[in-house]
């Protein structure tokens, strides 16, 4: 019978299959950062349990560092759960990229930086955001924290298939929508629970067409559509992003895995739970403007009355958004005022990301409103962006270059969005709160934040001189 | 984590949609290297104003709320991240039982895997529940047996669970521990995999 991608790589990792029982499958690959972590080691110490397979767990911080004066962290408890890591991973053998390694980074950026993240594996981390190296033509989901333990315990999960879920995008995306746009795009159409108990598999000309970063913030939003997973089958461009990566085994070898990543591809005439077919140029830059990613309208466009919701919880969930958001009904993007930006997170903040970014930020000046800050996913794309001179770029617009880290994203450091400000933010969750509490967040691309910057509020990329680079 | 079989307790409704981790447990709580203490964070934007003080409008804080170990919300409740410290904080908080017509995935999971049980009915169903929980008094049965939720005046509905989690819950077993016991298999997986 035709297989997915989902279901070859479901079979392959099946430990045990009991009639009714989730299956106990294998997982290849684990990370693991300071949040989601301490109690899981905590669990196992308590038992007296082992590690099963260090050499498959790999660790960094990257949720709590701070992106000024990284050394110098002022919060004791932040200072204890990095703390905790370090000794976590020094009493049960895991390789650390600690706060002062070149490798440090967000976990998501690290780990297909690295090459540990490789199509065909089984991938988690106590992250929802696990969904990026899906990117790989892999299997990869954020777990809890208990799951965290049972993995490192037992480097298995109980786990019951998901259904599976196609998203084809066909045609060609005009200049200056990115991958950023086409998942906003998505959640706009389908709203947040579309992708609930399913994997979604990527495909379609403007799939193919993508690099593995676009790629990769497609797949990293795919939780925010409520799915368990999102995933993009391996091709040429897979591999030759893989050759010669650090964990990425070389020569012979490489060719080998090659041959069997590609035969990954789900085969002709195999079919979906669940289809959904998008049309490239129905998408235009889009921006959020609500507390939840599928409350995102094109740039031209505006937010909604109460009066055009289909239902009473969407009117209810509209008004509470507009509330918190301080709009009123119908009101356009274009005229929504912006105090903060924020161009980085484990969506966009990849060499590309910011590249797209310097290109419309070259040559101008943040607008005087507005404080507007670059945080490099990694510090390997830090070191790679300054040899370009993108932070010479940055710094002249007058945007501040920090080190790497999730920062603004979820604001657990000191980057901090003060209550009341909109910021335009290439980040992925628009949440109540999530940038600081009474912070009003607006998911953009990395061209539209740049843009945002400059101008003091939303402008249609596709308007700005130097557009054409940006595609 | 204890058994659990039927429960009965007060009830507090919810009626919000889309209520999301960063809502439950604000990051800025989340550095707790211990499982235990995040009741006090609870919805914590949301309980408290400014300056510290409760908020008085909100659900929980209403004197008729005091006390419930159940919950009634709305759709895609526990959406957002994977913080499995959203249920150690309901739980450390004193809710047992979240009833509502959808939950976000790893959300369901992970009260599952700290013996909270949450229950999906259908929408009117909650929606009934959720004005019936404006009653101080108000209590429900939830019997993981019979998979049944009920009240004293004749209110029944069933929920879905699997037989599997049925059991764990029921007898309150260690993942871990009943994973352990199949260590040929995964050691004979490995040994595949060379
Ligand atoms: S950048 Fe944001 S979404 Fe990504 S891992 Fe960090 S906190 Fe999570």
């Known amino acids: ?471 | 984590m204890a058994g659990l079989t039927t429960f009965r307790g007060k009830v507090a409704g919810m009626d919000r949609v889309n209520v999301d981790t960063d809502q439950i447990i604000p990051k800025q709580f989340l550095k707790r290297t211990e499982k235990t203490g995040f009741g006090q964070y609870l919805f914590y934007d949301w309980r408290f104003q400014a300056d510290g003080t409760p908020n008085p409008d909100f659900e929980l804080n209403r004197p008729e709320n005091n006390g419930a170990e159940i919950l009634v919300a709305n759709e895609n409740f526990g959406c957002g991240s994977s913080r499995e410290h959203a249920p150690w904080a309901l739980l450390d908080y004193g809710i047992k039982i979240v009833i509502a017509p959808s939950f976000a995935d790893i959300f369901h999971q992970n009260c599952l895997k700290n013996g909270m049980l949450p229950v999906v009915l259908k929408d009117e169903e909650v929606r009934y529940l959720i004005e019936k929980a404006k009653d101080e008094n108000y209590e429900l049965t939830v019997s993981l047996k019979d998979k049944t939720v009920k009240d004293s005046e004749g209110f029944q509905a069933e929920f879905p669970i699997s037989d599997y989690w049925q059991t764990m819950l029921v007898n309150g077993w260690d993942e871990i521990e009943l994973t352990l016991q199949l260590d040929e298999r995964i050691l004979a997986y490995e040994e595949s995999l060379i």
């Open chain 1, 1 to 471: 019978m035709a297989k997915t991608i989902i279901d070859k790589l479901w079979d392959k990792h099946i430990v045990h299959r009991e009639e009714g029982k989730p299956d106990l499958i294998y997982i290849d690959l684990h990370l693991v950062h300071e949040v989601t972590s301490p109690q899981a080691f905590s669990g196992l110490k308590m038992k007296n349990r082992k590690v099963r397979r260090p050499d498959r767990t790999f660790a960094t911080v990257d949720h709590n560092v701070p992106t000024v004066n990284r050394f110098n962290i002022t919060d004791p408890v932040a200072q204890n759960q990095m703390e905790t890591l370090r000794n976590n991973c020094k009493e049960f053998g895991i390789t650390l990229a600690d706060i002062n390694s070149p490798e440090q980074g967000i976990v998501h950026v690290i780990g297909p930086e690295l090459g540990l993240t490789q199509p065909g594996m089984t991938i988690v981390c106590g992250d929802s955001h696990t969904s990026t190296h899906g990117a790989f033509g892999s299997l990869a989901f954020g777990i809890g924290t208990s799951e965290v333990e049972h993995t490192l315990a037992t480097q298995t999960l109980w786990q019951s298939k998901p259904k599976s879920l196609k998203v084809q995008i066909d045609g060609k995306l005009g200049k200056g929508v990115l991958a950023k746009d086409v998942i906003l795009y998505v959640l706009s159409k389908y709203g947040v629970n579309f992708g609930t108990g399913h994997i979604i598999e990527y495909c379609g000309d403007v799939i193919e067409n993508m690099t593995m970063e676009e790629r990769m913030t497609v797949c990293n939003m795919s939780i925010e559509g409520g799915a368990r997973a999102g995933l993009v089958a391996p091709d040429d461009t897979t591999i030759e992003y893989l050759r010669g990566r650090k964990y990425v085994p070389a020569g012979q070898e490489f060719e080998e895995l090659a041959e069997q990543w590609k035969a990954l591809a789900s085969d002709e005439g195999a079919t979906y739970d669940k289809e959904i077919y998008i049309e490239a140029s129905e998408i235009a830059p889009m921006v959020s403007w609500g507390t939840n990613p599928s409350q995102t309208a094109p740039v031209t466009g505006r937010v909604p009355f109460l009066g055009e919701c289909e239902s009473e919880n969407e009117k209810r969930s509209v008004a509470s958004a507009l509330k918190y958001m301080d709009f009123i009904e119908g009101q356009r993007i274009a005229d929504i005022k912006i105090q903060k930006v924020f161009i980085g997170s484990c969506t966009n903040s990849r060499l590309e990301d910011l590249r797209l970014a310097a290109e419309i930020a070259k040559g101008r000046k943040v607008h005087p409103d507005v404080e507007a800050i670059v945080v490099p996913g990694s510090q390997n794309v830090k070191v790679l962006a300054e040899a370009e001179g993108l932070d010479k770029i940055f710094l002249d617009a007058g945007f501040e270059w920090r080190e790497s880290g999730c920062s603004m994203c979820l604001s657990m450091n000191a980057d901090i969005v003060p209550a009341g400000e909109h910021c335009a933010s290439t980040s992925n969750r628009n949440f109540e709160g999530r940038q600081g509490a009474g912070a009003r967040t607006h998911l953009v691309s990395p061209a539209m934040a740049a843009a945002a910057a400059v101008n003091g509020c939303f402008v249609d990329v596709r308007t700005m001189e130097s557009a054409e680079a940006v595609h």
